[in-house]
Structure formats: structure tokens, C-alpha cells
């Protein structure tokens, strides 16, 4: 499976914005999927998660602001970032393991090729 990421952008604190994470090659309902942060030569931290049965889980950082889903039908995965704040920014990444959340989780460390799959990301800058 292949991923892309879209709809990052510029906002103002109170913001939002709704990225998506397309996926080819791959039906996305075989797979746990989930949204980290990253920039080049800093700590990853994980965002949301959704397994494949649909369950979610949530950074404590983001929780009753930002909402993952899934469109199986449209192989695409949602980030509702909702109440942006400053500390948001960030380099926004999609990622797919195989099958259920297992080695995904949100404080993973792990390589990115012990996964199925690992996008570019998307840019999110909030300003104050």
C-alpha cells in the first residue's frame, strides 16, 4: 500500500483544518492506520489511531479536538483537527501496519520499514 497525505495548511489559533491520507495498491480496511507528527530531526508523536474494527485512540494532547476516520469505500483516512493551537505544529504523517493495531501504537519508536506503510506528510502550522 501506497500513501499520500493532503490538506495541510496556514491557520490561526481556534483553527481548523481536515487532512487526508489517501491509499493505493491496498484496500486501507485491511489495515490499522493512524496519524504521527514529525519533523525532520525531532521526536515522533503519535496523534490518533483507528484498528480496523474501527476503534480509535487519541493523543491526551488532541482529545475532544481532533477526530480520525475512514472512508473504506473511498480508501481514504481523515484527520478533523478542530480548536488548533500554536503547539499543533508540526509535519503531519499517515502510517498502515497489516492487519490490527499491533506494533502501531501511539508511543511507537519503531522504524518506518517494520511497517506496511509511511507517508510524506502534510505541513500544519498554526500561528498565535
Known amino acids: 500500500v501506497q500513501l499520500e497525505e493532503s490538506g495541510g495548511g496556514s491557520v490561526q489559533t481556534g483553527g481548523s483544518l481536515r487532512l487526508s491520507c489517501a491509499a493505493s495498491?491496498?484496500?486501507?480496511?485491511?489495515?490499522?492506520m493512524g496519524w504521527f507528527r514529525q519533523s525532520p530531526g525531532k521526536e515522533r508523536k503519535g496523534v490518533a489511531l483507528?484498528?480496523?474494527?474501527?476503534?480509535?485512540t487519541y493523543a491526551d494532547s488532541v482529545k475532544g479536538r481532533f477526530n480520525i476516520s475512514r472512508d473504506n469505500a473511498k480508501n481514504i483516512l481523515y484527520l478533523q483537527m478542530d480548536n488548533l493551537k500554536p503547539e499543533d505544529t508540526d509535519l503531519y504523517h499517515c502510517?498502515?501496519?497489516?492487519?490490527?493495531?499491533?506494533?502501531?501504537?501511539?508511543?511507537?519508536?519503531?522504524?518506518?520499514?517494520?511497517?506496511?506503510?509511511w507517508g510524506q506528510g502534510t505541513q500544519v502550522t498554526v500561528s498565535s
Open positions: 502510517a498502515a501496519e497489516t492487519g490490527i493495531c499491533w506494533g502501531l501504537t501511539m508511543d511507537w519508536s519503531g522504524r518506518i520499514t517494520d511497517i506496511a506503510a
Open positions: 495498491g491496498d484496500t486501507a480496511n485491511r489495515y490499522c
Open positions: 483507528i484498528d480496523i474494527d474501527g476503534t480509535t
